[in-house]
């Protein structure tokens, strides 16, 4: 057992980084946690922990990934919001609660629209909004240590007048003239430690860092030091146990940390000192408390926004010539057609350059297209999971084309087909084929100029996969083992002979498991890999954790699942093609001199 539990963090040093973070954060944030509990304020600290998206939204538009930009972006957003909320409480008779609200949804819906802004950004912003724990570096650690000890010293100066406040509020107005500036300095804590455990976790998890382990706490003590100490003790052994039952298991971190304190919740609840079974042998027969739940339902809005969106296409439409209406699902497809229809096609890319169709979330303006499109193609294999939604939305008519259909798929470990068939030259010509043959279907009279393209370019693809054979023969097999941040290259590399690691799966939808990482660094070793990449739509941030860890260099950026800008270096399927290649034959190369 103490093997099991000590061995990840011996091992690896991403592990003990995501551990003194986790600790980092415990320290500030479950005290924290116990004065907004005491003060009724759990579910406010909830809405400022995603108060916090516009202005880390608006920091990563500017500066990327910046530690110091997201940092500053999230203190900016989350104090405007907790500041001004409070303000407008203690000037207007308007509850706390409500003020907060109200705050909140505003800050909310900015953060989205911002977000929207962004949307042909290189990494998804998801992947930053939820946190990457096991990507805690240097500089991050600093970051959490300076807050963690800013937030204790702070609390030890403000402790009587926050006692104070969560006791009778009202007496320390009538006493003293610091009651506001306790009140606000407070807040000012609390955003500060949600910015820490963003970082880490994500805005959805930093707050149950802060709250799961307070409320706990007053299970188990009744003096407000002892519950402190509690608190603190639970948010450090659930993040212990949880960064370990996501090692062995191969969960993702953050939301296994914040179940493993919830798992210490509901055992508290029941056995703790104050818990059910306690009351119950104290107070036989006494009723428990009820909880007050409410629920907040998304209304299906699609339909009525697309019907406005469709409006207005039709008018505008009506001026148009008339051409064949292709919508194609993202940016590779989106190529083909391109070359293929020439000036007979109006094509719509859903998910353009650099975009990433895995977390893709449509549009009401995307229904509408498709409402209109004579002819839609889609890749298939399980890569648009969003699409059938869309379709009903939209309510659309148009011929449909799997472009992967009739090609035999690769399977992960667990059979799930991979759907980034076009990395294999062959597969390419099998779906310009059948490209052509949906827009012959809609387009008879066109068809002559669709099957001329269609074999124009499926020649230049056949001389393409030639010359790029070629330069990756050049290379020794045995040195073929490059490293990248998902499993979207399986396909090239059986067609070239190369072999590609990834931390995470199929999709970019879910974030790597301390287990993956620690696999990928064991065969890194094991395997001798010679180069490792980052991709135009992944978080960078674990694929450099893992160059850290294993002292392998970047070779530079693949395009996977997205073309990149027009004025990229992969703005078309063929130049993707020669880009990747060339990327990756110049990094082994660049490893081993002379091949």
Not at 34 to 41: A, K, N, S
Not at 147 to 169: F, G, K, M, N, S
Request: proline share 4%; net charge negative; hydrophobic share 50%.
């Amino acid at each position: 057992m103490f093997d099991w539990c000590v061995e990840p963090f011996l091992h690896y040093g991403f592990m003990r980084h995501a551990l003194a973070g986790c600790l980092l954060i415990a320290i500030g944030g479950a005290p924290v946690g116990v004065f907004l509990t005491l003060r009724h304020m759990s579910l406010v600290g909830d809405a400022m922990a995603h108060a916090l998206l516009p202005g880390v939204a608006t920091a990563y538009l500017i500066a990327g990934l910046s530690l110091s930009a997201l940092t500053l972006g999230g203190i900016v957003g989350g104090t405007v919001v907790a500041l001004g909320s409070s303000l407008v409480t203690r000037r207007l008779s308007i509850a706390e609660a409500e003020s907060f609200a109200a705050f909140y949804l505003i800050a909310l819906a900015s953060g989205v629209l911002i977000m929207s802004l962004g949307g042909s950004s290189n990494v998804d912003l998801n992947h930053v909004l939820f946190g990457s724990v096991l990507a805690i570096d240097q500089p991050m650690l600093q970051l959490m240590f300076a807050i963690a000890t800013a937030t204790v010293l702070a609390l030890a100066l403000l402790y009587r007048p926050l006692v104070l406040e969560c006791v009778d509020a009202q007496f320390l107005r009538t006493v003293s003239n610091l009651s506001p500036v306790v009140h606000h300095l407070f807040l000012v804590l609390v955003v500060v430690n949600l910015v820490a455990g963003f970082q880490a976790l994500g805005t959805l998890m930093a707050i149950g860092l802060m709250i799961l382990p307070a409320v706990t706490a007053r299970l188990w003590a009744q003096r407000l030091e002892s519950i402190i100490a509690v608190a603190v003790a639970i948010a450090m052994g659930g993040s212990g146990i949880g960064l370990v039952v996501s090692y062995h298991l191969g969960t993702p971190s953050g939301p296994t940390i914040v179940l493993a304190i919830g798992a210490v919740h509901l055992f508290s609840l029941v056995f703790a000192t104050r818990g059910l079974l306690a009351r119950r042998l104290q107070e036989a027969g006494s009723s428990m408390t009820r909880h007050a739940r409410r629920s907040m339902i998304r209304l299906p809005v699609l339909f009525l926004a697309a019907s406005l969106a469709t409006a207005s296409h039709d008018t505008e439409a009506a001026a148009e010539t008339h051409a064949v209406d292709v919508v194609a699902t993202f940016s590779v497809l989106g190529d083909w057609v391109r070359v293929i229809g020439g000036d007979r096609v109006s094509l719509s890319t859903l998910v353009g350059p650099d975009s990433d169709a895995h977390v893709y979330e449509p549009s009401p303006a995307d229904a509408a297209r498709l409402a209109h499109a004579d002819l839609l193609i889609v890749n298939g294999l399980g890569f648009e999971g969003w699409l059938d939604r869309l379709i009903r939305a939209s309510g659309t008519h148009a011929h449909q084309v799997v472009a992967s259909d009739g090609i035999q798929p690769r399977r992960n470990a667990r059979g799930t087909p991979d759907p980034h068939a076009w990395h294999d030259i062959d597969n390419a010509i099998h779906y310009v084929g059948q490209i052509e043959a949906g827009l012959c279907k809609v387009d008879a009279e066109g068809c002559p100029l669709y099957k001329s393209n269609a074999q124009a370019y499926v020649d230049e693809l056949r001389s393409l996969d030639a010359q790029l054979k070629a330069q990756v023969n050049r290379i020794p097999i045995s040195q073929r083992v490059v490293v990248t941040p998902h499993d979207a290259f399986e396909y090239l590399g059986a067609a070239f002979g190369i072999r590609f690691l990834a931390p995470l799966g199929l999709s970019t939808e879910s974030d790597a498991s301390a287990l993956d990482i620690a696999a990928i660094v064991e065969s890194i070793r094991g395997l001798n890999a010679n180069a490792l990449f980052i991709e135009n739509i992944a978080d960078p941030r674990v694929i450099e954790q893992i160059a850290r860890e294993s002292n392998l260099p970047s070779g530079g950026t693949l395009y996977g699942d997205a073309l990149s800008s027009s004025n990229g270096p992969a703005p078309t399927y063929v130049a993707m093609m020669r880009h990747n290649v060339a990327t990756i034959v110049a990094a082994l190369s660049a490893r081993h001199p002379g091949t």
